[in-house]
């Protein structure tokens, strides 16, 4: 009878595999903002807004698996110009509205619809997210094989 032995290297194809997720994840939200700073739906006065839309924190190994965060730093606006909203005084009876020719209306509260561009830009880098990372995972040496079944096939270039 013969005999046969296997080498496990289930832990070197996990740890190939998570840092193959983590450049994926990098690299889907570095194009979602690069997408957002270029296919947002405002006209750019400041530039505040556009700045402010980066990777929040780079992709990290959590429990179940990786996990970053992108979107928009330091810009109040960020959330109303995304889903839209009602904007209300605060410390006022009214909201004091300037005119274009000079003057000022005054509302009681005012309508923002909503302009997104964070939705869209993840919407469109999303489906590239397996692909990125097994592209990744190729390049650091494993074969899809290693993983059969982890890894479906998706669209898009790392």
Do not use: C
Request: charged share 20%; net charge positive; glycine share 14%.
């Amino acid at each position: 009878m013969t005999s046969k032995s296997l080498t496990w290297t289930g832990d070197a194809v996990l740890a190939k595999m998570r840092r193959a997720e983590i450049v994926g994840v990098n690299v889907t939200m570095g194009a979602a903002v690069n997408h957002a700073k270029r296919n947002h739906p405002w006209k750019n006065q400041t530039g505040l807004l556009e700045g402010g839309i980066n990777v929040i924190s780079p992709a990290a190994p959590i429990a179940t698996g990786v996990e970053g965060h992108w979107g928009v730093n330091d810009a109040v606006q960020a959330r109303m110009l995304e889903l839209g909203g009602v904007i209300k005084p605060v410390n006022a009876k009214a909201l004091a509205i300037p005119l274009p020719g000079g003057g000022v209306v005054f509302r009681q509260s005012v309508t923002i619809p909503a302009y997104p561009y964070l939705r869209p830009a993840g919407d469109a880098q999303y489906p590239r997210l397996i692909q990125r990372i097994r592209r990744a995972y190729e390049k650091e040496g494993g074969d899809p094989a290693d993983v059969q079944g982890q890894i479906t096939a998706g669209g898009g270039d790392v």
